[in-house]
Protein backbone atom coordinates (compact mmCIF):
# COMPACT_ATOMS: atom_id res chain seq x y z
CA UNK A 1 0.00 0.00 0.00
CA UNK A 2 0.88 3.77 -0.58
CA UNK A 3 2.72 6.29 1.80
CA UNK A 4 0.02 9.34 1.70
CA UNK A 5 0.87 12.49 3.80
CA UNK A 6 -2.27 14.62 4.99
CA UNK A 7 -2.07 18.06 6.51
CA UNK A 8 -3.91 20.35 8.74
CA UNK A 9 -5.36 20.90 12.48
CA UNK A 10 -6.57 18.12 14.96
CA UNK A 11 -8.99 19.37 17.18
CA UNK A 12 -10.69 18.47 20.51
CA UNK A 13 -14.25 17.94 19.57
CA UNK A 14 -17.03 18.59 22.55
CA UNK A 15 -20.79 17.44 21.66
CA UNK A 16 -23.76 17.80 23.22
CA UNK A 17 -25.12 14.22 24.48
CA UNK A 18 -27.98 13.06 21.92
CA UNK A 19 -29.84 15.73 19.90
CA UNK A 20 -29.66 18.31 23.01
CA UNK A 21 -29.01 21.77 22.39
CA UNK A 22 -25.82 23.70 23.54
CA UNK A 23 -28.42 25.98 26.31
CA UNK A 24 -29.54 22.33 27.54
CA UNK A 25 -26.30 20.98 28.15
CA UNK A 26 -24.57 20.09 31.27
CA UNK A 27 -21.83 17.53 30.18
CA UNK A 28 -20.33 17.32 26.65
CA UNK A 29 -19.24 14.09 24.63
CA UNK A 30 -15.26 14.52 23.63
CA UNK A 31 -13.13 13.36 20.81
CA UNK A 32 -10.57 14.33 18.32
CA UNK A 33 -10.94 15.09 14.70
CA UNK A 34 -10.40 17.74 11.67
CA UNK A 35 -10.65 17.56 7.93
CA UNK A 36 -7.05 15.67 7.16
CA UNK A 37 -6.74 13.76 10.19
CA UNK A 38 -10.10 12.47 9.47
CA UNK A 39 -8.80 11.39 6.30
CA UNK A 40 -5.61 10.08 7.09
CA UNK A 41 -7.76 7.18 9.71
CA UNK A 42 -9.55 6.32 6.54
CA UNK A 43 -6.55 5.68 4.60
CA UNK A 44 -5.10 3.40 7.65
CA UNK A 45 -7.80 1.98 8.32
CA UNK A 46 -7.57 0.80 4.18
CA UNK A 47 -4.17 -0.39 5.07
CA UNK A 48 -2.25 2.96 3.61
CA UNK A 49 1.02 4.08 5.65
CA UNK A 50 -0.80 7.19 6.15
CA UNK A 51 1.12 10.04 8.19
CA UNK A 52 -0.37 13.17 9.52
CA UNK A 53 1.60 16.52 9.45
CA UNK A 54 0.22 18.84 12.56
CA UNK A 55 1.48 20.73 15.48
CA UNK A 56 0.03 20.43 18.61
CA UNK A 57 0.82 21.67 22.19
CA UNK A 58 3.41 19.26 24.10
CA UNK A 59 1.26 18.99 27.27
CA UNK A 60 -1.50 16.03 27.92
CA UNK A 61 -4.64 17.38 25.63
CA UNK A 62 -1.90 17.31 22.89
CA UNK A 63 -1.00 13.85 23.69
CA UNK A 64 -4.76 12.96 23.61
CA UNK A 65 -5.06 14.61 20.07
CA UNK A 66 -2.18 12.09 19.16
CA UNK A 67 -3.16 9.12 21.12
CA UNK A 68 -6.53 9.10 19.13
CA UNK A 69 -4.71 9.06 15.89
CA UNK A 70 -2.12 6.28 16.74
CA UNK A 71 -5.44 4.23 18.09
CA UNK A 72 -6.39 3.97 14.19
CA UNK A 73 -2.21 2.98 13.59
CA UNK A 74 -2.11 6.79 11.76
CA UNK A 75 1.61 7.36 11.65
CA UNK A 76 2.58 10.26 13.96
CA UNK A 77 6.10 11.01 13.75
CA UNK A 78 5.93 14.27 11.63
CA UNK A 79 3.59 16.17 14.12
CA UNK A 80 5.40 18.83 16.18
CA UNK A 81 5.08 19.55 19.64
CA UNK A 82 4.89 22.86 21.10
CA UNK A 83 2.32 26.10 21.22
CA UNK A 84 -0.12 26.95 23.49
CA UNK A 85 -3.10 25.10 22.47
CA UNK A 86 -5.16 22.80 21.33
CA UNK A 87 -8.06 23.98 18.87
CA UNK A 88 -11.55 23.58 20.03
CA UNK A 89 -14.99 22.86 18.26
CA UNK A 90 -18.29 22.38 20.32
CA UNK A 91 -21.17 20.48 18.06
CA UNK A 92 -24.59 20.19 18.73
CA UNK A 93 -26.00 17.72 16.39
CA UNK A 94 -29.41 18.72 14.87
CA UNK A 95 -32.21 16.43 14.05
CA UNK A 96 -35.21 16.70 11.38
CA UNK A 97 -36.05 19.91 10.43
CA UNK A 98 -33.22 21.52 13.16
CA UNK A 99 -29.65 21.95 11.47
CA UNK A 100 -26.69 20.86 13.19
CA UNK A 101 -24.52 23.68 14.90
CA UNK A 102 -20.76 24.01 15.50
CA UNK A 103 -18.98 26.88 17.35
CA UNK A 104 -15.15 27.28 16.51
CA UNK A 105 -12.51 28.05 20.04
CA UNK A 106 -9.44 27.69 17.82
CA UNK A 107 -7.90 30.77 17.68
CA UNK A 108 -4.39 30.79 18.22
CA UNK A 109 -3.72 27.22 18.62
CA UNK A 110 -0.20 25.73 17.79
CA UNK A 111 -0.92 24.72 14.15
CA UNK A 112 -1.92 28.15 13.57
CA UNK A 113 1.04 29.39 15.00
CA UNK A 114 3.62 27.12 13.35
CA UNK A 115 6.55 27.96 10.88
CA UNK A 116 7.93 26.65 8.26
CA UNK A 117 11.32 25.72 10.48
CA UNK A 118 8.61 22.80 12.62
CA UNK A 119 8.77 20.54 8.92
CA UNK A 120 11.19 18.97 7.25
CA UNK A 121 9.03 18.75 4.25
CA UNK A 122 11.64 16.44 2.12
CA UNK A 123 11.85 14.10 4.45
CA UNK A 124 7.97 14.49 5.28
CA UNK A 125 7.50 13.56 1.27
CA UNK A 126 10.05 10.87 0.45
CA UNK A 127 8.64 8.20 -0.59
CA UNK A 128 5.18 9.28 -0.54
CA UNK A 129 2.77 8.73 -3.12
CA UNK A 130 0.02 11.39 -2.64
CA UNK A 131 -0.49 14.28 -0.63
CA UNK A 132 -4.12 15.88 0.48
CA UNK A 133 -5.26 19.16 2.04
CA UNK A 134 -8.23 20.92 2.22
CA UNK A 135 -9.30 24.51 2.28
CA UNK A 136 -9.49 24.76 5.75
CA UNK A 137 -5.69 24.67 6.93
CA UNK A 138 -4.66 27.96 4.53
CA UNK A 139 -7.75 29.80 6.44
CA UNK A 140 -6.61 28.84 9.98
CA UNK A 141 -4.09 31.79 9.45
CA UNK A 142 -1.43 33.12 7.04
CA UNK A 143 1.15 31.29 8.64
CA UNK A 144 -0.32 28.53 7.98
CA UNK A 145 -1.51 29.12 4.53
CA UNK A 146 2.86 29.62 4.04
CA UNK A 147 3.09 26.55 5.77
CA UNK A 148 1.21 24.93 3.47
CA UNK A 149 2.40 26.43 0.26
CA UNK A 150 5.84 25.01 0.92
CA UNK A 151 4.41 21.55 1.68
CA UNK A 152 2.61 21.86 -2.09
CA UNK A 153 6.27 22.74 -3.81
CA UNK A 154 7.85 19.89 -2.09
CA UNK A 155 5.02 17.23 -2.56
CA UNK A 156 5.97 18.64 -6.25
CA UNK A 157 9.68 18.18 -6.02
CA UNK A 158 9.08 14.19 -4.65
CA UNK A 159 6.68 13.53 -7.54
CA UNK A 160 3.73 13.52 -4.98
CA UNK A 161 -0.21 13.58 -6.60
CA UNK A 162 -1.93 16.32 -4.98
CA UNK A 163 -5.54 16.76 -4.10
CA UNK A 164 -7.76 19.43 -2.06
CA UNK A 165 -11.20 19.52 -1.00
CA UNK A 166 -12.39 23.21 -1.05
CA UNK A 167 -14.18 22.96 1.91
CA UNK A 168 -15.16 26.59 2.19
CA UNK A 169 -15.71 27.98 5.83
CA UNK A 170 -17.40 31.17 6.25
CA UNK A 171 -16.68 31.48 9.91
CA UNK A 172 -12.81 30.73 9.00
CA UNK A 173 -12.49 33.53 6.33
CA UNK A 174 -13.94 35.87 3.69
CA UNK A 175 -14.40 34.59 0.01
CA UNK A 176 -12.08 37.53 -1.07
CA UNK A 177 -9.53 36.16 1.13
CA UNK A 178 -9.60 32.57 0.40
CA UNK A 179 -9.48 33.64 -3.31
CA UNK A 180 -6.13 35.05 -2.75
CA UNK A 181 -4.90 32.30 -1.01
CA UNK A 182 -6.21 29.81 -2.97
CA UNK A 183 -6.11 29.91 -6.71
CA UNK A 184 -2.62 30.49 -6.86
CA UNK A 185 -2.27 26.47 -4.68
CA UNK A 186 -3.99 25.43 -7.11
CA UNK A 187 -1.09 25.27 -9.42
CA UNK A 188 -0.14 22.12 -7.43
CA UNK A 189 -3.17 19.94 -7.55
CA UNK A 190 -3.96 17.27 -9.18
CA UNK A 191 -7.82 16.07 -7.59
CA UNK A 192 -9.65 18.92 -6.70
CA UNK A 193 -12.91 18.01 -4.41
CA UNK A 194 -15.03 20.72 -4.31
CA UNK A 195 -19.04 22.01 -5.76
CA UNK A 196 -19.74 24.85 -7.43
CA UNK A 197 -20.18 26.90 -4.64
CA UNK A 198 -17.00 25.94 -3.05
CA UNK A 199 -15.54 26.87 -6.34
CA UNK A 200 -16.88 30.06 -6.88
CA UNK A 201 -15.96 31.02 -2.81
CA UNK A 202 -12.53 29.73 -2.74
CA UNK A 203 -11.44 30.07 -6.80
CA UNK A 204 -13.71 32.82 -7.87
CA UNK A 205 -14.31 30.40 -10.45
CA UNK A 206 -17.76 31.66 -12.07
CA UNK A 207 -19.06 29.25 -14.74
CA UNK A 208 -21.01 29.54 -17.59
CA UNK A 209 -23.27 26.48 -16.38
CA UNK A 210 -26.04 26.61 -13.37
CA UNK A 211 -27.48 24.25 -11.26
CA UNK A 212 -30.32 24.75 -10.17
CA UNK A 213 -30.66 25.80 -6.13
CA UNK A 214 -31.50 22.17 -4.39
CA UNK A 215 -31.05 19.95 -7.27
CA UNK A 216 -28.48 17.26 -7.91
CA UNK A 217 -29.09 16.04 -11.69
CA UNK A 218 -24.97 15.07 -12.38
CA UNK A 219 -25.53 16.92 -15.97
CA UNK A 220 -25.94 20.04 -14.52
CA UNK A 221 -22.26 19.82 -13.96
CA UNK A 222 -20.50 18.39 -16.69
CA UNK A 223 -20.01 21.75 -17.98
CA UNK A 224 -18.76 23.10 -14.59
CA UNK A 225 -16.25 20.23 -14.27
CA UNK A 226 -14.99 20.86 -17.84
CA UNK A 227 -14.23 24.34 -16.89
CA UNK A 228 -12.53 23.68 -13.74
CA UNK A 229 -10.25 20.97 -15.30
CA UNK A 230 -9.57 23.89 -18.09
CA UNK A 231 -8.77 26.30 -15.92
CA UNK A 232 -6.77 24.90 -13.50
CA UNK A 233 -5.20 22.29 -15.30
CA UNK A 234 -6.81 19.12 -12.93
CA UNK A 235 -6.94 15.66 -13.96
CA UNK A 236 -9.82 15.09 -11.77
CA UNK A 237 -12.91 17.13 -10.37
CA UNK A 238 -15.02 15.34 -8.47
CA UNK A 239 -17.94 16.78 -5.99
CA UNK A 240 -20.50 15.09 -4.04
CA UNK A 241 -24.06 15.72 -4.63
CA UNK A 242 -26.17 15.88 -1.79
CA UNK A 243 -29.64 16.12 -1.44
CA UNK A 244 -30.66 17.30 1.97
CA UNK A 245 -34.15 16.50 3.24
CA UNK A 246 -33.40 17.21 6.33
CA UNK A 247 -31.09 17.12 8.92
CA UNK A 248 -31.35 13.30 9.66
CA UNK A 249 -31.97 11.92 6.38
CA UNK A 250 -29.94 13.06 3.37
CA UNK A 251 -29.27 11.33 -0.72
CA UNK A 252 -26.05 11.15 -1.56
CA UNK A 253 -24.08 10.44 -5.00
CA UNK A 254 -21.06 11.49 -6.47
CA UNK A 255 -19.85 13.04 -9.98
CA UNK A 256 -16.09 12.84 -10.94
CA UNK A 257 -14.72 13.71 -14.33
CA UNK A 258 -10.89 12.98 -15.93
CA UNK A 259 -11.01 15.23 -18.40
CA UNK A 260 -12.45 12.71 -21.01
CA UNK A 261 -14.99 10.98 -19.40
CA UNK A 262 -17.65 11.40 -16.62
CA UNK A 263 -19.24 9.17 -14.17
CA UNK A 264 -21.94 9.33 -11.53
CA UNK A 265 -21.99 7.04 -9.20
CA UNK A 266 -25.56 5.31 -7.17
CA UNK A 267 -27.66 7.13 -4.63
CA UNK A 268 -27.70 6.69 -0.96
CA UNK A 269 -30.68 6.98 0.62
CA UNK A 270 -29.78 7.62 4.28
CA UNK A 271 -31.97 7.97 7.11
CA UNK A 272 -31.32 8.25 9.50
CA UNK A 273 -28.03 9.91 9.48
CA UNK A 274 -26.27 9.57 12.82
CA UNK A 275 -23.50 12.19 12.51
CA UNK A 276 -22.88 14.01 9.54
CA UNK A 277 -19.81 15.83 10.69
CA UNK A 278 -16.48 13.78 8.57
CA UNK A 279 -18.98 13.05 6.22
CA UNK A 280 -16.92 15.01 3.56
CA UNK A 281 -13.28 13.82 4.62
CA UNK A 282 -14.65 9.87 4.55
CA UNK A 283 -15.39 10.59 1.12
CA UNK A 284 -12.13 12.31 0.42
CA UNK A 285 -10.29 9.42 2.08
CA UNK A 286 -12.73 6.61 -0.25
CA UNK A 287 -11.57 8.80 -3.36
CA UNK A 288 -7.75 8.70 -2.57
CA UNK A 289 -7.83 4.87 -2.09
CA UNK A 290 -9.98 4.22 -4.93
CA UNK A 291 -8.04 6.09 -6.98
CA UNK A 292 -4.65 4.27 -5.58
CA UNK A 293 -6.37 1.09 -5.52
CA UNK A 294 -8.26 0.93 -9.30
CA UNK A 295 -6.06 3.96 -10.84
CA UNK A 296 -7.50 2.96 -14.47
CA UNK A 297 -11.12 2.82 -13.39
CA UNK A 298 -12.73 6.12 -11.74
CA UNK A 299 -15.77 5.32 -11.85
CA UNK A 300 -14.87 1.81 -9.38
CA UNK A 301 -13.00 4.84 -7.24
CA UNK A 302 -15.44 6.74 -6.74
CA UNK A 303 -18.09 3.89 -6.05
CA UNK A 304 -15.94 3.41 -3.15
CA UNK A 305 -15.71 6.73 -2.10
CA UNK A 306 -19.50 7.15 -2.22
CA UNK A 307 -20.30 4.01 -0.36
CA UNK A 308 -17.53 4.46 2.47
CA UNK A 309 -18.93 7.98 3.06
CA UNK A 310 -22.37 7.07 3.90
CA UNK A 311 -21.23 4.43 5.82
CA UNK A 312 -19.59 7.26 7.42
CA UNK A 313 -23.00 9.26 8.38
CA UNK A 314 -23.96 6.21 10.43
CA UNK A 315 -21.14 6.70 12.43
CA UNK A 316 -20.61 9.19 15.91
CA UNK A 317 -17.63 10.68 16.05
CA UNK A 318 -15.25 12.50 13.14
CA UNK A 319 -13.44 9.16 12.23
CA UNK A 320 -15.46 6.88 9.66
CA UNK A 321 -14.00 3.80 11.97
CA UNK A 322 -14.63 1.17 8.67
CA UNK A 323 -12.73 -1.48 6.54
CA UNK A 324 -12.10 -2.06 2.93
CA UNK A 325 -14.37 -4.84 3.07
CA UNK A 326 -17.30 -3.18 4.57
CA UNK A 327 -16.91 -0.97 1.86
CA UNK A 328 -16.97 -3.02 -0.43
CA UNK A 329 -19.84 -4.64 0.39
CA UNK A 330 -21.99 -1.87 0.78
CA UNK A 331 -20.76 -0.87 -2.86
CA UNK A 332 -21.30 -3.86 -4.05
CA UNK A 333 -25.29 -3.85 -2.93
CA UNK A 334 -25.45 -5.12 0.29
CA UNK A 335 -27.23 -2.17 2.13
CA UNK A 336 -29.52 -4.45 4.48
CA UNK A 337 -28.03 -3.54 7.65
CA UNK A 338 -28.61 -7.40 8.53
CA UNK A 339 -26.82 -8.63 11.80
CA UNK A 340 -23.36 -9.95 10.87
CA UNK A 341 -22.92 -13.66 12.84
Same mark, same amino acid.
Given at each position: ?????????IMLR?????????????????????????????????????????????????????????????????????????????????????????????????????????????????????????????????????????????????GVTV??????????????????????????????? #?? +??? *???????? &??? !??? =? @????????????????????????????????????????????? #?? +??? *???????? &??? !??? =? @??????????????????????????????????????????????? +????????????????
Amino acid at each position: MAKVVTMGEIMLRLSTEGNSRFVQAISFDACYGGGEANVAVSLSNYGHDAYFVSKVPSHEIGQCAINALRKFDVNTSYIARGGNRLGIYFLETGASMRPSKVIYDRAGSSIAEASIEDFDFDKIFEGASWFHWSGITPAISDKSAEVLKEACKAAKRHGVTVSVDLNFRKKLWTSEKAISIMRPLMEYVDVCI #GN +EED *AALCLGFH &PEA !DVE =G @GKTDAEGYYAIFKQMAEQFNFKYVVSTLRESYSATHNGWKALIYN #GK +EFY *ASKRYDIN &PII !DRV =G @GGDSFAGGLIHGLLTYPNDQGKALEFAVAASALKHTIPGDFNAVSVD +EVLNLAGGDASGRVQR
